[in-house]
């Protein structure tokens, strides 16, 4: 039987730097063990600054001394086991007037090399562990009912908030080392038993170290061994809530738990609160986090750290409570306090999101001046890049330009003597092609040359081919900053790629020329042209494109007769004229004209039937506008709709044409209104049919009145002709 001075031996020894207590299982069965002199124990011998390293794997202790070798040092650890192992009540050689030596003091203390918790110390004077916090000797229930393993550190009640579910029991349990316990005078759940030492310090090393589904495994074989809870336990479970990979998604675990330590009746700390906040930085759930933190600052009084402060912050960003986190972030800057690098990158992404783009950029000159510049080890590319990403969206060309500029133009390259170098340097930022095209439409709507090039020199150096929206870009960029002539030259250097031009590719020269409304920046733009023929090679002539774009321009002034003087340059300018450039002229028969130029339109389609062009579907929608719009007979128009079904796909006509048609013929009163109507439903338009429902009411009333009560028309396959 272990007398009580053995048992005050063993708990020196198990609060002792060595720490090995456990590894003296293997020798409790060797009869022919002896205890060694007391001259041979290594702690006294290895000395009081001996360094010592921890193993992950067991507990032992190893001492590491630079002034020993391996030898020596195996030999130490070997004596230190046996001596430990001595004072083993289950060793049937222990001797009873063996005197257990107390080290020094400056080895007594915890190794501090252990895998403890960085955030947990038993002589933390933070408070923010307990160090001895209330024990107790329940038992504790272990329900296993269909096959789902629940923890519950509640005795004999499954259904407790805290018997979570561990969905995956394939982890293999720790090591049983129960049979190290000590019984007697020391309570179970203490520090100083060997046994839940050993545990609780694993508990913590998978805290830190391992995965929630680790500590949660450990925490169960803990309670199957009959441990009761302590405060160190709620905390690690609530941290392992709080694990960075699982975001949010334990919020109603660590809430349960933090509940039931309540409910048992401990003092919930600051570590524990720490870790709720961290939880809830990704949580949108507003309402707990406002109560937990109610109840942390004014119920006991604990106020947020540094970290804290960062996820109080990002909750309010998660939540959309974009103007309380500014004016969180500015206080803190006003304090001093150093903002994380992942809260500025959140705050930056909110801003985004609702188009601050001067307030993003106001955040990146704090973000600058505490975090450093990208050349160092501060800002990364990755900020930047959002920053960037954010500017080009909301098409913020001073963000872009002082981005651009800043991490991504690469500067000249300077001569070091006579030789150029032939590589330019690196860019700290490589945007993506995604990016450099965002960029590319914010410098074509600002009229920005200068950085499109940049963008082009980029992707020309990614071997990148270029497409329509590259050059019509391009074009754009030159078009609104004035300069003609090379927006002339981008679209002819878009034709001599192979790539085809589209209906829009030029709409940006039309805009640049009639965005004064002065007719005399067409007479600019045709001498413009002139100028471009004569002083470019054969390869280098005008783009139909372009030409097209000062046609647009003059029927967009409503200048019909210099339209017509600018066509009859075709010639001249070395211009084939398209299906689209007789489009718009059919277009400012329309609408430079009351009533439209039908006559004039007539003689186009002529010409345009002698090139061999081929119509399109607006053609034809501008030729039944011509012929719909004159004052008496309006007939055409029914024929170029029945043409246009054939060159449209499936005859689906647009709806707005048949707007046009149905709001002529109830000018006229024509009755052929309600066929419309009809054949609006049938290709789908019903929303645009409902419209008329009441004018076509009216209009079947007055005509039934007028034929004395004869009933409309029969019903069968559509004929405007008739």
């Not at 009746?265 to 930085?281: C, E, M, Q, R």
């Not at 119920?299 to 912050?313: E, K, R, S, W």
């Not at 805009?511 to 045709?526: K, P, R």
């Not at 009859?568 to 489009?583: G, I, K, Q």
Request: with cysteine.
């Amino acid at each position: 039987m272990l007398r009580p001075t053995d048992t005050r031996c063993l708990v020196a020894a198990a609060r002792s730097a060595s720490r090995t207590v456990h590894t003296a299982r293997q020798l409790r069965n060797q009869a022919s063990w002896a205890p060694p002199p007391q001259s041979s124990y290594p702690a006294a011998a290895a000395g009081p600054g001996t360094p010592r390293r921890s193993n992950p794997n067991s507990y032992n202790n190893n001492s590491n001394s630079n002034n020993n070798s391996s030898n020596n040092k195996n030999n130490n650890l070997s004596d230190l086991s046996e001596s430990l192992a001595f004072l083993s009540s289950k060793n049937p050689n222990a001797n009873p007037n063996y005197q257990f030596r107390r080290p020094p003091s400056s080895q007594r203390r915890l190794n501090n090399n252990n895998n403890y918790n960085n955030n947990y110390n038993n002589s933390n004077s933070n408070g923010r562990y307990n160090a001895y916090p209330r024990t107790s000797n329940k038992s504790s229930s272990f329900d296993t009912s269909n096959n789902q393993s629940f923890i519950s550190f509640r005795p004999n009640d499954p259904s407790s908030p805290s018997s979570f579910l561990l969905r995956d029991n394939n982890l293999p349990l720790p090591e049983d080392d129960h049979k190290d316990a000590i019984n007697g005078d020391i309570p179970q759940t203490s520090p100083l038993n060997p046994a839940y030492a050993k545990l609780i310090r694993k508990l913590l090393e998978l805290t830190n170290y391992g995965t929630p589904k680790e500590v949660f495994t450990h925490a169960k074989f803990m309670a199957s061994k009959g441990y009761a809870p302590t405060l160190e336990s709620y905390s690690c479970l609530i941290q392992a809530c709080a694990h960075p990979n699982v975001g949010c998604s334990m919020q109603e675990t660590a809430l349960a738990l933090f509940e039931e330590l309540k409910e048992e009746g401990y003092t919930p700390n600051t570590t524990i609160y720490h870790n709720l906040l961290k939880i809830f930085a990704s949580s949108p759930d507003y309402i707990s986090m406002e109560r937990i933190l109610k109840e942390m600052t004014g119920t006991y009084g604990i106020i947020p750290d540094v970290d804290g402060q960062q996820n109080i912050l990002r909750h309010y960003l998660t939540t959309n409570q974009l103007e309380r986190a500014m004016e969180m972030f500015y206080q803190r800057r006003e304090m001093g306090e150093k903002v994380h690098y992942n809260t500025y990158m959140e705050i930056i992404k909110a801003l985004g999101r609702v188009n601050e783009v001067e307030e993003a950029m106001r955040v990146m000159l704090e973000f600058q001046k505490e975090w450093g510049s990208i050349a160092g080890s501060g800002i990364q590319p990755i900020a930047w890049y959002e920053l960037l990403n954010i500017a080009a969206s909301n098409y913020h060309i001073d963000g872009v330009s002082y981005i651009w500029k800043k991490v991504v133009q690469s500067p000249p390259p300077t001569p070091t003597t006579s030789r150029i170098p032939s590589t330019p340097p690196t860019p700290l930022l490589n945007p993506d092609d995604g990016l450099c095209l965002k960029v590319l439409n914010t410098a074509a709507r600002h009229g920005n040359p200068d950085l499109a090039l940049e963008v082009f020199r980029i992707l020309t150096l990614r071997n990148i081919p270029f497409q329509e929206h590259h050059y019509a870009a391009l074009s754009a960029s030159y078009a609104r900053s004035g300069q003609l002539i090379p927006a002339f030259r981008a679209l002819t250097l878009m034709r001599n790629q192979g790539i085809a031009h589209t209906a829009t590719t030029a709409n940006a020269i039309t805009e640049a020329l009639t965005s004064t409304g002065n007719i005399e920046n067409v007479d600019s733009a045709y001498a413009t042209l002139k100028d471009f023929v004569a002083s470019s090679s054969e390869k280098d002539v005008v783009e139909v494109a372009g030409f097209n774009a000062v046609l647009a321009a003059c029927v967009k002034l409503k200048d019909l007769e210099r339209a017509l003087g600018v066509f009859a340059e075709c010639a001249a300018l070395n211009v084939s004229p398209n299906t689209e450039t007789f489009n718009l002229l059919f277009k400012g028969c329309v609408e430079c004209s009351t009533p439209p130029n039908k006559e004039l339109a007539m003689f186009l389609a002529g010409e345009m039937k002698e090139m061999g062009l081929n119509p399109d579907f607006v053609t034809y929608e501008e030729l039944l506008r011509v012929s719909l719009y004159q004052e008496e007979d309006y007939e055409d128009a029914f024929v170029y709709l029945e043409e246009m079904k054939e060159v449209v796909g499936g005859g689906r006509v647009r709806g707005v044409v048949y707007e046009w048609i149905a709001r002529r013929l109830e000018e006229v009163g024509d009755e052929r209104l309600g066929m419309v109507v009809e054949e609006m439903k049938g290709l789908g338009y019903v929303e645009e049919a409902k419209a008329w429902d009441g004018v076509l009411a009216a209009t079947a009333a007055t005509a039934e009145a007028a034929k004395g009560g004869e009933g409309q028309a029969g019903k069968g396959e559509l004929d405007y002709r008739s």
